[in-house]
């Protein structure tokens, strides 16, 4: 079974910067996606950052330029590095990958338990 593990979640001024992290676990045969979402108060969760196996990447048009997804295909891990932090960024954020287990089996999105960021002066 594939898990997904998040870090690095915390409370900041506006302005200030934090850096989560996310490793997956268990039998991994590719990845095809990894990257982040977001679940404001009252709001659906929505996409923030992704990053593709051929190194593309897609972010919230809000996060543009303060926020940079990156992986490390050696350790499993995907990262979003968040700086310029403002209050409405205030949310639980959620590790995500698409991945197949084995060679045979299907693509499935799998999430993280989620890292609660909050920024308020």
């Known amino acids: 079974q594939v898990q997904l593990v998040e870090s690095g979640g915390g409370t900041v001024q506006p302005g200030g910067s934090l850096r989560l992290s996310c490793v997956a676990s268990?039998?991994?045969?590719?990845?095809?996606?990894m990257g982040w979402y977001r679940q404001c108060p009252g709001k659906q969760r929505e996409m923030v950052a992704i990053?593709?196996?051929?190194?593309?990447?897609d972010y919230l048009d809000s996060v543009k330029g303060r926020f940079t997804v990156a992986r490390d295909p050696t350790k499993n891990m995907v990262s979003l590095e968040m700086n310029n932090l403002r209050t409405e960024d205030t949310a639980v954020y959620y590790c995500?990958?698409?991945?197949?287990?084995?060679?045979?089996?299907?693509?499935?999105?799998?999430w993280g338990q989620g890292t609660q960021v909050t920024v308020f002066s």
């Open positions: 995500n990958a698409l991945l197949k287990e084995t060679e045979d089996s299907p693509a499935k999105d799998y």
């Open positions: 268990g039998t991994i045969y590719t990845f095809y996606v």
């Open positions: 990053m593709t196996n051929t190194e593309g990447t």
